[in-house]
Structure formats: C-alpha cells, structure tokens
C-alpha cells in the first residue's frame, strides 16, 4: 500500500496548471462533452423531484418492489433510533484508512444517518424525520471547521457528497430548516470541505472521482459555477484516463501528472497489456476501490442529467457501461484470464453498481449488461432503481 501525503488546495492547483500547459500530445484533449453551468435545478443531486413524487406515488399504492425499499429504508438504525445522537468535532482527523480516526466513521455515520432521515422525510413527510437529519447536519455545521492528515480529501469528498444531497432533498421541501442555518453550512461546505477537493488529485483515480463529485454535488448546493465547473473539467479528463477502451489504442489515456509509459504502467499497478474495453486503472489493485470509482462517475452522471447534461449518453457513459460489464463478469464466474492482472483478481466489489446499471437499462432500455444485471439485481432479488434508495444509505460506511 502506497502511502500518500496531502496535497494541499496550492500544491494541486500548481500540479494542474502545469500538466495543462505542457503541449503534450499524450494528455487527452476536451472531448467537448464539458458544459459549462450557472443555471441550477433543484432539488438536483442525484435525486430530482420527478423521481421523488414518482417513489412516493409507487409507497403510497403499496407497490413491489418500492414498498419493501421504503420499508428496509426505516429499519435503518439512524433512521428507526428516536434517540440518534450525532458525535461532531472540530478537526476530522483521518490517517491512510483511517488510522487515526478522529470523526472520521462518526462523520460518515453521522452524514449518512441524515441523509436516511431526509429520504424517509421526502417520501413520508413525517416531520419528526426532517427534523432529526436537520439536527445532524446543524449539530455538524456549528461545530466542524477543518479535515487533516492523510485521508482528509477522500474524507472530504465521501462526506461532501452526502451532505449535499441530504441538503437539497431537505432545503427544497418545506422542512423548516431555518435561513440562518441553512447559511451556516454553506459555510461548513465552503470552508471545510470544497477547499479539500476542489483541486482534485493526482493519487489513484477513485480520488479525483470522489472528490469532483462532492464539489460538483456542493457547487449545486451553493450555487457556485466555478466549483461546479472546474470540478466537471478535472471529472472528464479523469474518467477516459480510468477506464480503458481499445479505441483508445494499445495505452490508455493518459492522465495529468503521468508522461512517460512506464509510469503510465505503474500507475495501472504494472499492468503492460491492453486487450479489452472496461479494464480501469485499479482492477489490477482490487475491485472494492475500482467500485467507489465506477460509483462516482455513476453519481456525477445521474446529477448532471438532471441539472440538464446527460453524461451517459456521451463517451463517459460508453466506458461506465463497458467498465461495468467487464468488472462484474468475473463476479460472475467467468476466469480471469492471464494476460490480466497476472491472472489474479482482487474480487471485493461492493454495492456500486445499482445506479449505473439502472440507467442504462432500466431507463436507457439496453439489454446488453447481462454480468452487471446477475452481479446487481439477483442478490437482493429486487429492480436497482429502489436499491437506488435502498442500498446507496450504505455507500459510504463502506467506504473505509
Ligand atoms: C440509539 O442511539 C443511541 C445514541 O446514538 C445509542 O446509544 C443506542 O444504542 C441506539 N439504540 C439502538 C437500538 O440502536
Ligand atoms: C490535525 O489536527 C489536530 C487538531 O488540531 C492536530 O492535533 C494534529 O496534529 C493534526 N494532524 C496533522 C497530521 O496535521
Ligand atoms: C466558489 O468556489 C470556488 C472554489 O472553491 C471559490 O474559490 C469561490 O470563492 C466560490 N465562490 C463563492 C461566491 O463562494
Ligand atoms: C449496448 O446496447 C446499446 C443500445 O442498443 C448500444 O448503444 C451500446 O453500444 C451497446 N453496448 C455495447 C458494449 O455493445
């Protein structure tokens, strides 16, 4: 395990203006998918108000499989648990997999039992449910000011994610967060988080695609173009350089920071050889980190088509869909064949496959995710679009 240091918000942005002023023909030209943005939909990460009236009218008619989603949704323990105590501090402190852990689990915990109450709020206007996630992001806001050491970007990016999304669903439905601390943790999102991802990074690509899609997540949030789009630039350049396709010829793209082949190979864990469309640039070091990556750029394209880009339909959902099919025909039963990874696969996938999966083929109809659909629906035996739900309350408390 490589260890890593924090770049901080100047070093990166260095790093970056550096890689893009250099005329190397290697790094990948925009792909002019990248749309600028300062127009804003709410409430519009992840989850529209569309989707939202469209659950709650499946609940409200007692229909399967939303019915049993909702109702796994309330057995949650954050969510079930009148007594739900949130536990900030001032400083998040969080080592390489967060040795040490100064908040660290409890602000992902803490995030995510708020972001459970805001679902089981939306759909069942329950009061005492807003009010329990507006207590936990309050009880943040007022006490949170900074995240160091090691994993504090990652950190930064998981939690600024859900805090986001927890935000729209709560500030746009007349939940009676107050204005003043609505202010608040725009404060809390500006100067405790978006400072720690807004630069990106140059370590292993789940990072720079975590981290772009809490500051994009939190630039809907606060309204903020420039987070937002500078954030979008930085997600696709990253998403050709993590996932391989042989149109791309016998390398894959390269990212910033990166110039000579073999860095390129080393940074693909020392993978040489380039034989099929999907591989992505942690394959080879597990599946489990390749998953959060793939859960990202899924996460980024489901708020960008709602906020009036849809990324899947463009080259960044091509290598989504051929990243998908390729990971999860080995879960699957299929041999690992030798030419990749030396034949050996690390084979932890978790649950980040439902969101991509339910895109293209529940809602772009395409029949051909035949390994992603066994990998995702069969285990749970329920349609992804719920475990959408369901399942994403677990996302990051897998994320350690
Ligand atoms: C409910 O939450 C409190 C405070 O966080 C905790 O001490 C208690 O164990 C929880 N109860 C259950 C049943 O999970
Ligand atoms: C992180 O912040 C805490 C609290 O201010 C401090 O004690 C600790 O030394 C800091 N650690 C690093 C690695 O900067
Ligand atoms: C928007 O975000 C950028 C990047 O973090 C920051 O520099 C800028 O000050 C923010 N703008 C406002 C109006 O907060
Ligand atoms: C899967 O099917 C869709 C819709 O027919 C098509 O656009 C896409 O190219 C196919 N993907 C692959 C990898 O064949």
């Not at 206007?125 to 900074?146: G, H, K």
């Not at 009676?176 to 500006?190: N, Q, Y």
């Not at 859960?295 to 869909?321: C, N, P």
């Not at 696969?345 to 395409?366: C, K, P, V």
Request: aromatic share 12%.
């Amino acid at each position: 395990m490589r260890l890593i240091s924090i770049l901080s918000i100047t070093s990166s942005f260095l790093i970056r203006s550096a890689a893009t002023a250099r005329s190397d023909l290697k790094h990948p030209t925009p792909t002019g998918l990248f749309e600028r943005r300062s127009t804003w939909v709410h409430p519009g990460v992840m989850i529209s108000q569309d989707q939202i009236d469209y659950f709650k009218s499946e609940v409200a008619a007692s229909s399967s499989p939303w019915l049993a989603a909702y109702d796994q949704l309330l057995d949650q323990t954050a969510v079930a648990n009148a007594t739900y105590t949130p536990s900030p501090v001032p400083t998040v402190v969080c080592g390489s997999y967060s040795i040490p852990d100064v908040g660290c689990s409890a602000e992902r915990e803490d995030s995510l039992a708020a972001y459970a109450n805001a679902l089981a709020w939306i759909v069942s206007e329950e009061q005492s449910y807003a009010d329990r996630a507006i207590d936990i992001m309050n009880s943040w806001s007022s006490t949170v000011l900074t995240h160091n050491d090691s994993n504090a970007p990652i950190q930064s990016g998981w939690v600024g994610s859900i805090w986001a999304r927890t935000g729209e669903l709560i500030r746009y439905s007349d939940a009676g967060w107050r204005t003043s601390e609505i202010d608040d943790f725009e404060v809390m999102l500006r100067t405790a988080y978006m400072p720690l991802v807004i630069g990106g990074s140059t370590y292993n690509g789940n990072w720079e695609l975590v981290m772009t899609e809490a500051a994009m997540f939190m630039g809907v949030f606060l309204e903020n173009s420039t987070a937002y789009n500078t954030a979008m630039e930085l997600f696709e350049a990253r998403v050709p350089a993590y996932i391989y396709l042989t149109s791309d010829g016998s390398l894959p793209v390269y990212p910033r920071g990166i110039s000579t082949e073999a860095a390129l190979i080393s940074y693909w864990e020392g993978q040489s050889s380039f034989e099929a469309s999907g591989m992505a640039q942690e394959t080879c070091r597990d599946l489990e980190h390749t998953g959060y990556g793939l859960a990202s750029i899924a996460h980024v394209s489901e708020m960008s088509r709602i906020q009036g880009t849809d990324l899947y339909q463009t080259s960044i959902g091509t290598r989504l869909q051929a990243a998908l099919e390729f990971h999860t025909q080995f879960l699957e039963g299929i041999d690992v064949p030798s030419w990749l990874c030396s034949g050996t696969l690390d084979l932890t996938l978790l649950s980040t496959t439902e969101i991509g999966f339910n895109a293209f083929a529940t809602r772009m109809d395409y029949n051909n995710l035949t390994y992603t659909e066994e990998w995702t629906v069969s285990p749970y035996g329920i349609a992804s679009w719920v475990k959408y739900v369901n399942k994403i309350c677990f996302l990051v408390s897998q994320h350690s």
